[in-house]
């Protein structure tokens, strides 16, 4: 595997090269390395790579926190990666610090239309509605380094001193709590300032959100990864929702804690060739996300891309899409089409 520094030389090389001879449509240096490593991991396990992820672990700002989450903007760009896809099994690279439960779960239900079999592949960290997205994969693939996370709700509760977010179950038990103390009369003064910002239908929402949350991953685990075994997919489900076990949203879920819940999770250390296409996927993905406008992108590893950079998204090609197998029905929408038909390897609009 090259290391950090032998990849930012690799980058090097591709611009010089790219300076001495430059051509119109050129894709840059950093194209061209994170898809030589996506190309270089679907050789190996013979399946259809989709990277999904944003620049959260890196030490830049990002125009606002909602551009960094998983959102239903995203299928957009998953339906654009999986346009010129023929594959029927995939390993859907995830880096992210989680988002919408409702966008997971429409993603997913879009992925399970089109591939027969999904891994999740885990270089670092999928955390919230991402481990929800991972639980709902036939397989996880994780590293000694990799961590899940717990799916509880989280709600951002806008207060006269700004926004402030929460896990729903903390908002539910501060309530009790609130509700416990306010029998003294003395107390309800202490308390109206948080009670101002429990806005109407948010205690019902918190319980419904967590139920939702549960449901999706049980019917998952019952249809994939646990096949058959309801008692137990709904235990899993519940253990990953229940805050009184992690008290925090950010807490680590490791390799050995999916493992000691019954789930089907591989070592990447099983395989030192795979682990290392992994991590060269991952550095080449940092690179982008250090060294470019770059917040949010999934890439295939044809190098069909969606990007979404300050102020903008754009989707690239970065080759043409392979021919589909005859008898193979791609059906593709109607945005897909008009993007098929566009000329140029590259298009994109203002956001």
């Given at each position: ?55 959260w672990l890196e030490n830049k700002p990002a125009p606002n926190g909602d551009a960094l989450s998983l959102n239903l903007g995203d299928k957009q760009g998953f339906m654009e990666a999986v346009s010129n896809v023929s594959e029927r099994e995939l390993d859907l690279i995830l880096t992210s610090p989680g988002g919408s439960p409702e966008a997971a779960e429409a993603i997913m239900g879009y ?241």
């Amino acid at each position: 595997m090259p290391t950090w520094g032998e990849q930012i030389r690799e980058l090097r090389n591709l611009k010089q090269a790219a300076d001495k001879s430059p051509k119109p449509g050129d894709s840059s240096p950093h194209d061209l390395l994170r898809r030589k490593y996506l190309n270089a991991l679907s050789e190996h396990t013979g399946r259809a790579t989709i990277f999904y992820g944003t620049c959260w672990l890196e030490n830049k700002p990002a125009p606002n926190g909602d551009a960094l989450s998983l959102n239903l903007g995203d299928k957009q760009g998953f339906m654009e990666a999986v346009s010129n896809v023929s594959e029927r099994e995939l390993d859907l690279i995830l880096t992210s610090p989680g988002g919408s439960p409702e966008a997971a779960e429409a993603i997913m239900g879009y992925l399970r239309s089109r591939f027969d079999h999904i891994r999740a592949v885990v270089p670092v960290a999928a955390m919230s509605a991402a481990t929800m997205m991972s639980l709902a994969c036939d397989e996880i693939l994780m590293g000694t380094h990799s961590q899940l996370g717990p799916i509880d709700p989280q709600f951002t509760l806008h207060t006269p001193e700004g926004p402030r977010s929460a896990p729903a179950q903390a908002i539910l038990d501060q309530f009790e709590m609130a509700k416990a103390e306010c029998q003294v009369p003395g107390n309800i003064g202490a308390w109206l300032p948080l009670l101002r910002a429990l806005l109407p239908g948010l205690i019902a929402q918190c319980i419904h959100s967590r139920e939702q949350a549960e449901r999706f991953v049980a019917e998952q685990l019952e249809a994939h990864m646990l096949q058959g075994d309801r008692d137990k997919s709904r235990a899993v489900a519940e253990w990953f929702a229940d805050f009184s076990e992690f008290k925090s949203h950010g807490r680590p879920v490791t390799i050995s804690d999916a493992l000691g819940q019954g789930l089907k999770v591989t070592r990447l250390e099983d395989d030192q060739e795979l682990q290392d296409l992994v991590l060269s996927v991952h550095h080449a993905v940092r690179h982008t996300f250090n060294n470019t406008g770059t917040t949010k992108l999934i890439e295939n590893h044809h190098g069909r891309a969606y990007l979404e950079m300050t102020g903008q998204f754009l989707m690239q090609q970065g080759q043409p899409a392979p021919q589909i197998p005859s008898g193979a029905q791609p059906n593709p929408n109607r945005e897909q089409r008009r993007n098929n038909q566009r000329s140029g390897n590259q298009k994109g609009r203002g956001r």
